[in-house]
């Protein structure tokens, strides 16, 4: 078995000669969330065909791989995290796996390789499912455990762009049906409510309900890792292919929460936030998927993020039960609650919150024992494969980490966005950057501090995502372009946030991969990355110009296309970027018994006459490969080695 490309070492990564190595990369890609069929500006509006759909050409089709690849690692990328689902592998049934999908992913895996960019493997989800408002778990899991998901939008236990949108409207933006970043409210409703406390709490909180014999916890979890698995079999004998991500932001479904008490915000038992609509408590969503009529407040953002109710609203009118035997449901069984008629009550207020008289505790209950089990399976098949743990992001908003112990060999892949500039889609770039770059420096800081104190020694931290919408300011640029316009300027907004952004990873040593590589994506506000408006792609089919352009489909290239060290011969111990004079500084700690380079990144099209470099500190030798696009530096002497380039006149 061949060494991984890519190996940790305490708080580092390191490649295979044992260099300290910086993984920057993209996610690649946004519209691997749904199938080909679902896909256009006109999906089907219901999921009948949920079984027999297909995610081979997601991300690209074979054919185009070395374009998109190439084209990647031209901008100085050197990992991907590549997009998968539970869906795409496991769509037709339980343990039917797509065969033929998975030698397309492996395929790709290996495509990745001959371009030189590792790989680690992102089992995707966005609230739950397709069927419930996002991405990730395959249809028929819902009968599995009892479900009618043909019912959820008669029920209003989702809230579905497919089904919620007016596609026929020549309104891009639709506020009144479908708001814009609007999905994640689905994490208050009934069927995300349902899933995500099933799958991490079935076996605590509902030991009778069974699924095929086994606990449904067991059943979920046990189907899950058993898709991952399906996958990892699939590119084990990839050196490339580092490790696997356990579950791309986990929810937390009403763990922590009072059956009827309704939130005013994130709290201490439960973090994941309110957003504008219909405001739900678990009672709710357990009265509306019984099929009854339920009043709830309506809530709207204020000033910041504060939110007032300004209304109420009567969801599932109708009175449909998502249920397929109509209940009682297994949260009645298990005495949370019941329902005499029309009236719902309460028998345990605390059923999601304490069991046998000690209060439940998400991370140290539940993620704890979900992290040993991805790292169980993956490593039963290679046992060098890296696991890129994520918790729910909102939990960092407490101040919260990883529950201890963690896995042996586990990264830090937490998440991080300027969630003003994500939900508002707007960026002003004369506005205060100083304040805006001490914010980022605080946050990004703590996340760092989640892989140090992670074990001992420390682990390292990769930002599994982060990124900007491109749709900025109303889709300005996108206007600008369409008008004739080109060259940096039209971007210069979404340049100087990424910018703002890697100023700060660089300044903290840390790895990353934004968020994301599209390669269908379009300067469409309805269309996008292809998934519920969303547009962060820093590629866009509209952006091509000619073959030798190396801005080529780029978004705002000189926000990401930029100087860094990607492997030292020792230690990186500082390393920034001043983008207007064009100058890099690294610091490397340099140990010569190391027998290979340090190896800086540097783009062409920003020094299209070459660089200097002025190395001072140890004794080194540097040479600039322009082909390459790289300048190694040797160093025959131990100690602090500092390196600047600077463009050549």
Not at 54 to 74: C, N, T, V, W
Not at 623 to 649: F, K, M, N, W, Y
């Amino acid at each position: 078995m061949q060494q991984l490309m890519f190996d940790i070492d305490g708080p580092r990564f390191v490649d295979t000669q044992g260099r300290h190595a910086i993984l920057r990369g993209v996610n690649l890609g946004g519209d691997s969330k749904i199938p080909l069929s679902h896909a256009g500006p006109v999906p089907p509006r219901d999921f009948a065909d949920h079984r027999s759909v297909s995610f081979i050409g997601r991300p690209f089709p074979l054919e185009e791989a070395d374009e998109h690849l190439g084209r990647i690692r031209g901008w100085g990328f050197n990992v991907l995290r590549l997009l998968t689902c539970w869906e795409a592998v496991e769509h037709a049934g339980h343990g039917q796996y797509d065969e033929a999908y998975l030698d397309y992913l492996a395929a790709v895996c290996a495509k990745a390789g001959e371009h030189g960019l590792a790989v680690f493997i992102d089992f995707h989800q966005d609230v739950w499912s397709r069927m419930s408002g996002g991405d990730g778990a395959p249809g028929w899991v819902f009968e599995a455990v009892g479900l009618n998901l043909a019912a959820f939008d008669a029920a209003d236990a989702g809230h579905v762009m497919q089904q919620r949108y007016d596609y026929a409207s020549p309104d891009a933006r639709q506020e009144d049906r479908y708001p814009m970043m609007s999905w994640p409210r689905n994490y208050q409703m009934p069927v995300n409510g349902i899933m995500w406390t099933a799958f991490f709490a079935g076996a605590t909180l509902t030991p009778d309900w069974k699924v095929g014999g086994v606990n449904v916890q067991d059943f979920l979890q046990g189907a899950y890792l058993g898709a991952m698995r399906a996958v990892a079999d699939r590119v084990k004998s990839l050196n490339n292919v580092i490790g696997f991500d356990s579950l791309n932001e986990p929810g937390q479904g009403w763990v922590g929460q009072k059956v009827s008490q309704r939130r005013t915000g994130p709290d201490a038992d439960n973090a994941t936030p309110l957003w504008p609509g219909p405001s739900w408590t678990p009672l709710d969503s357990l009265k509306a998927a019984r099929g009854q009529a339920v009043r709830l407040p309506v809530l709207e953002r204020r000033q910041g993020f504060e939110m007032a109710e300004v209304g109420e609203t009567v969801v599932n009118p109708d009175r449909a039960s998502i249920w397929l035997d109509d209940g009682p449901d297994p949260f009645e069984t298990a005495g949370a609650w019941a329902l005499h008629g029309d009236a719902a009550v309460v028998v345990d207020e605390d059923f999601f919150r304490v069991r046998d008289g000690e209060k439940l505790d998400h991370e140290r209950d539940f993620m704890r024992p979900f992290f040993g089990r991805v790292a169980e399976a993956i490593r039963d098949i290679r046992p060098d494969w890296l696991l890129f743990g994520e918790m729910c992001p909102y939990l960092m908003l407490q101040g919260k980490t990883f529950p201890s112990p963690m896995p042996a060999r586990t990264v830090n892949a937490s998440h991080w966005y300027d969630v003003e500039i994500l939900g508002s889609k707007l960026f002003d770039p004369q506005s205060d950057l100083d304040a805006r770059r001490q914010r980022y420096a605080f946050q990004l800081s703590y996340i760092r501090a989640m892989g140090l104190t992670m074990r001992e020694g420390g682990a390292p931290t990769l930002v599994g995502e982060f990124g900007i919408p491109y749709d900025l300011n109303h889709g300005e640029a996108f206007d600008r372009w369409a008008s004739g316009e080109r060259g940096d300027e039209v971007w210069s907004a979404h340049a100087t946030a990424l910018g703002l952004m890697y100023d700060t990873l660089d300044a903290l040593l840390l790895s990353s991969t934004q968020w994301n590589y599209t390669a269908t994506n379009r300067n469409d506000l309805r269309v996008g990355d292809g998934w519920n408006q969303e547009d962060l792609s820093i590629y866009s089919v509209d952006q091509a110009t000619v073959d030798d352009d190396p801005a080529s489909g780029a978004r705002g290239l000189a926000g990401f296309s930029r100087p860094y060290a990607r492997s030292a011969q020792g230690v990186i111990t500082a390393m920034a970027f001043e983008a207007d004079a064009r100058r890099f500084t690294v610091t490397v700690e340099a140990d010569p018994a190391i027998d290979a380079p340090t190896e800086i990144f540097v783009p062409a099209w920003r020094f299209p006459e070459g660089v200097d470099a002025a190395l001072s500190g140890a004794d080194a030798v540097w040479e600039h490969d322009r082909t390459a696009q790289v300048v190694r530096v040797t160093a025959s002497g131990a100690g602090a080695l500092q390196i600047v380039l600077t463009p050549r006149e």
